[in-house]
């Protein structure tokens, strides 16, 4: 509909994000966020319960505007082009959010067609998709009989089957064991390698180390912004852990 | 377009993979209206009566008198002819009319036998039924009291009762609407209300309304299944009632199809409002249930009749939506009565579907915002 994207080039930040503020009646939410992620990049969106993650990624995904301030997201402006930004992005919800009901292949299907891929796209992407998961033998199951780290792969394997510009994970390893979340980052790398850009919000600290940059949201503020290395460098810390926990510390509504 | 398509194909396999769902929609219209086909009795007061005296003498004053001050009766009009008598049945105004002959007083004192014509409106067997044993009784007493006052009094007040619509007497042609608008009820508002908070509760309605698919196709992908599983289901109730308990459909079907439509969109659009305030299954279940079935049927007129209720539930049943589609329904069903008849409740339907509607989505939007 309205093709005015100006074309993305490599140098081109992917998300551009400039004194983003969220008001909620007297709450502020966001305030002023100013933050760009590149293209390809695995970026990692920290912060306590309560500290303006959600607001912020429902923000950038078109689902809510800003109060004020400038959001591009893959060269579209959240303002004035929220639908073209649906297109052009991936999601995937803590709680794996697939259809218990349907089979692992008329879930893809069904995503396919909401994302406009055409029967033969889907029918090459998905089965290259599903064999390189180890799944195709098994697409005809129902998805209530997967176990929650196949639903977990299967949801990820959806968000990105259009091959979509950017990936929105909301802490997509919550609730399965090590050896699963280890599997699913090397799913993570893949993507990103395949030129999707992922942005991934998480409580373990261990994985915000797999990230490129991390950024640390403290009671609707970015106070930290930077690669895992420099983090520790700057803060005097051992682990990502360590900086989180001496960040948000004197937060004062991130306890709810 | 291909976005709907696969949102509406994939709500059909939901349906069709739920065994629960399928059951509701499936068995249950069978069931009810076998269960609901028996009769179910209950009292009157006030009922609204027409009198059509075309005697005018003061024994057929005295006798209307008698009948008004028993508390049974309200009298809605005197009626001038016969030709009245279609009329104040089908504006529904009137459950029963009392015809005196020509001539009453004096075929009473000189012939001994004198006619009176209790007709009433039996597409409501019970009330029916229960009004002309009220008015015979009534007559009668008059009858014995009048007697008493002459010399070797032995005249006959004789009552012929006719049934309209339903010369039979058969329960189950009141039930079939209750039981058509309960079902609508059950299978488009809380169905809905049901499934739309199902994708709440499993996050997948986040995934949904991030993606390319507008809010109002997800809304519309998900009731347009449940517009095809009522239409089934009236059709299958009607079959039911037509064949097995020969319940006459003498208005248009085409009509009555149409009716039937409009109430479930106001349905849907009820189980719609009810979904963006529910915040789970559970919850929309039982707002459905209390909200939805419960008034239907206690409150519609679809068991109790509604002239017998006590008057603040008289006003909230008029607050009632399937209250209205009953009457529609009976009126199409069993009067053969066309649009001409049934504009006024038609009208309300669409009030409440503009009503609901609106509703709803001021609710989402403050939601999303």
């Known amino acids: ?256 | 377009m291909k976005r709907f398509k696969a949102f509406v194909k994939k709500e059909f396999l939901h349906i069709f993979r739920d065994s629960r769902t399928m059951l509701i929609l499936v068995a249950m219209p069978m069931v009810q209206i076998l269960i609901f086909g028996f009769v179910i009795s209950s009292e009157i007061k006030n009922a609204s009566i027409a009198i059509l005296d075309k005697s005018k003498d003061e024994l057929t004053q005295e006798a209307t008198q008698k009948l008004l001050s028993s508390g049974y009766f309200r009298l809605d009009k005197y009626l001038k002819s016969e030709q009245e008598l279609e009329t104040a049945f089908k504006r529904d105004r009137v459950k029963m009319t009392i015809v005196f002959e020509p001539g009453f007083a004096k075929h009473f004192y000189s012939d001994k036998t004198a006619n009176v014509q209790l007709i009433t409106d039996a597409s409501d067997a019970n009330t029916a039924r229960i009004l002309s044993n009220y008015a015979s009784m009534i007559l009668r007493d008059f009858q014995q009291s009048h007697n008493a006052t002459i010399p070797n009094g032995n005249s006959l007040i004789n009552t012929e009762v006719r049934m309209f619509y339903n010369e039979n007497l058969d329960g189950v042609y009141m039930s079939v609407p209750g039981i058509m608008a309960m079902i609508l009820m059950l299978v488009s508002a809380m169905m809905t209300s049901i499934s739309i908070t199902k994708e709440k509760e499993f996050g997948s309605m986040e995934v949904l309304l991030i993606s390319p698919l507008k809010p109002f196709q997800i809304i519309i992908g998900k009731v347009t299944p449940y517009i095809f599983m009522a239409l089934i289901n009236t059709l299958s109730i009607l079959a039911m009632g037509y064949w097995v308990f020969h319940v006459p459909i003498k208005g248009s079907l085409f009509l009555l199809l149409f009716e039937a439509t409009l109430f479930t969109i106001l349905a849907l659009s009820l189980g719609i409002f009810i979904s963006t305030v529910a915040k789970n299954q559970m919850v929309a279940m039982f707002m459905s249930m209390f909200a939805l079935m419960l008034p239907t049927i206690l409150l519609s007129g679809f068991i109790f009749p509604i002239e017998n209720m006590p008057f603040p539930l008289r006003m909230i049943s008029n607050i009632i939506p399937p209250r209205w589609f009953i009457i529609v329904v009976k009126k199409i069903m069993l009067k053969g009565a066309g649009i001409a008849y049934v504009w006024k409740e038609t009208l309300i339907l669409m009030g409440f579907i503009v009503l609901f509607v609106g509703l709803s989505i001021k609710k989402f939007k403050v939601r999303v915002e």
């Not at chain 1, 994000?17 to 009646?25: A, E, M």
């Not at chain 1, 997967?146 to 510009?165: D, E, R």
Request: hydrophobic share 40%; net charge neutral; aromatic share 10%.
């Open chain 1, 1 to 256: 509909m309205h093709n005015q994207s100006h074309e993305i080039n490599s140098t081109e930040p992917i998300i551009k994000v400039d004194k983003l503020v969220k008001r909620f009646g007297n709450f502020e939410a966001n305030k002023s966020l100013c933050f760009h992620v590149d293209k390809g990049e695995i970026f990692g969106f920290l912060g306590a319960n309560g500290a303006g993650k959600t607001t912020a990624m429902r923000i950038l995904s078109g689902l809510s505007k800003p109060t004020s301030g400038e959001v591009w997201v893959a060269g579209f402006n959240v303002n004035t082009h929220p639908e073209s930004i649906k297109k052009n992005i991936g999601y995937m919800s803590q709680k794996f959010s697939l259809f218990e009901d349907l089979t692992i292949w008329e879930n893809m299907r069904f995503f396919s067609a909401v994302y406009s891929m055409s029967k033969k796209q889907f029918k090459e992407r998905g089965q290259e998709l599903l064999q390189e998961l180890g799944i195709w033998e098994e697409r005809n199951r129902m998805v209530h009989d997967l176990s929650l780290g196949w639903k977990q792969k299967l949801a990820f394997t959806v968000a990105i089957m259009h091959k979509p510009a950017i990936v929105f994970l909301d802490e997509p390893t919550s609730g399965v064991d090590p050896i699963t979340r280890r599997q699913f980052w090397e799913m993570i790398y893949e993507a990103s390698a395949e030129g999707i850009t992922v942005f991934v919000t998480t409580h373990y600290m261990d994985e915000a180390e797999y990230c490129n940059r991390v950024s640390i949201m403290v009671d609707g503020r970015i106070d930290a912004l930077d690669t895992p290395e420099n983090l520790k460098k700057q803060f005097n810390a051992l682990n990502m852990n360590e900086v989180f926990i001496k960040l948000a510390r004197p937060a004062v509504n991130s306890s709810q």
